[in-house]
């Protein structure tokens, strides 16, 4: 294969014919450098690349920015949930690219990706957001290395997460039973909000599976409720039922006499008002179902969040729920592990860790009860 080398203006290109398209030659021309020996120095490089893998790519000048649109483009579209490619594409836009994104990918060293995530941890970003940035750098980088063979090294592997040991951690809501009582009284039954309410409180189900839960999921008999789908934002009213993210999360868990009771009044409920509303009744199996049948979405969420902070004054979101029904099993002695099947935690320290001023406070019961009879 031959290629070749010519000027234009005051700079030196250097140009080889690749494999055919379509039955024909399909040429390839990049910049080579300042100097006709530059340049024809860059087409021995471009030529053997080419000739080794059959591919070609001009890795010299590749900036992180074009390098995490490709990495978005190839792998987290085609390998990742939805909510996963929406979340890296923001974080990618929004933060990584505006501070790193100048950078030649060649020229990223640990120090600025360390001075990034420091950057951002002084900021005052949660210890969950840095870790979700660090691991988004960590395996875009790594993947730099292998399969596309960009870098010789992964800059990533040596950065480390900023201490937060000596921040105040914004605390988890937990909901007292008071609060909840005048929530429920605000939405009782034939409310949209009570019947996510109820299942929430009484599951520690997220938001999503609370919405995407079908009647088929629940087992009347044997009082369960199995979660196997989640209800993703496709844009503006556009949802869809996708698989959770981990295996962890397709579980199936017991649920008590009240709700069984309360879903089984539901599922009447939702009968008779196909009845009223014959053809104009919106048909689905969802159990969250607003009068007409249309079916509840996280994003009404919001609004039942602003109504009990501003009208009820109590410090709300939906999550709170499932906060609250962790805390109210570990404090009536329930099992960790346990709870980290029913919460659907992929490993028990993240139950532990977020859950651990409930621990440290029946740890310090203990340890005073056991104090006055030593």
């Not at 591919?55 to 010299?60: A, I, N, P, Q």
């Amino acid at each position: 294969m031959e290629g070749g080398v010519r000027k234009r203006g005051s700079t030196w290109y250097y140009y080889f014919e690749a494999g055919k398209v379509d039955g024909k030659r399909k040429k390839i021309e990049r910049k080579g450098g300042a100097t006709k020996k530059e340049a024809q120095a860059a087409l021995r490089d471009a030529l053997n690349e080419f000739n080794n893998t059959g591919t070609f790519l001009d890795e010299s000048n590749i900036s992180v920015s074009d390098y995490m649109d490709y990495w978005v483009k190839e792998y987290v579209m085609i390998n990742c949930k939805f909510n996963t490619q929406q979340y890296y594409k923001l974080s990618i836009d929004n933060h990584i690219k505006p501070y790193l994104g100048i950078y030649k990918l060649k020229q990223i060293s640990p120090a600025t990706l360390q001075e990034f995530m420091n950057h951002k941890f002084l900021s005052g970003l949660s210890k969950h957001t840095l870790s979700n940035y660090m691991s988004i750098l960590t395996k875009s980088f790594k993947m730099a290395v292998y399969p596309y063979e960009l870098l010789k090294s992964n800059p990533a592997q040596y950065i480390s997460m900023p201490k937060f040991d000596n921040i105040k951690r914004e605390e988890y809501k937990v909901l007292s039973m008071n609060d909840y009582n005048k929530i429920i009284n605000r939405f009782p039954f034939k409310s949209s909000f009570y019947i996510p309410l109820q299942i929430a409180f009484n599951t520690g189900l997220r938001a999503a599976e609370v919405c995407d839960l079908t009647w088929d999921c629940i087992d009347f008999d044997n009082k369960t409720i199995t979660v196997e789908k989640i209800l993703v934002h496709k844009g503006k009213k556009i949802y869809d039922l996708d698989t959770p993210k981990t295996p962890s999360s397709y579980r199936t868990i017991t649920i008590g006499d009240t709700l069984n009771n309360i879903l089984l009044k539901n599922k009447d409920y939702q009968e008779k008002n196909k009845e009223n509303y014959g053809i104009h009744y919106t048909q689905n199996n969802f159990v969250c179902t607003k009068e007409n049948g249309e079916n509840i979405t996280t994003n009404s969420f919001k609004y039942l969040s602003r109504v009990v902070n501003l009208e009820l004054g109590i410090d709300f979101n939906f999550h709170a729920l499932r906060h609250t029904h962790a805390t109210m099993l570990l404090e009536a002695g329930a099992n960790i592990k346990d709870i980290q099947k029913r919460l659907g935690h992929s490993r028990l320290s993240t139950t532990m860790d977020t859950y651990s001023h409930v621990t440290k406070k029946m740890s310090d019961n203990i340890r005073e009860y056991f104090k006055g009879r030593l």
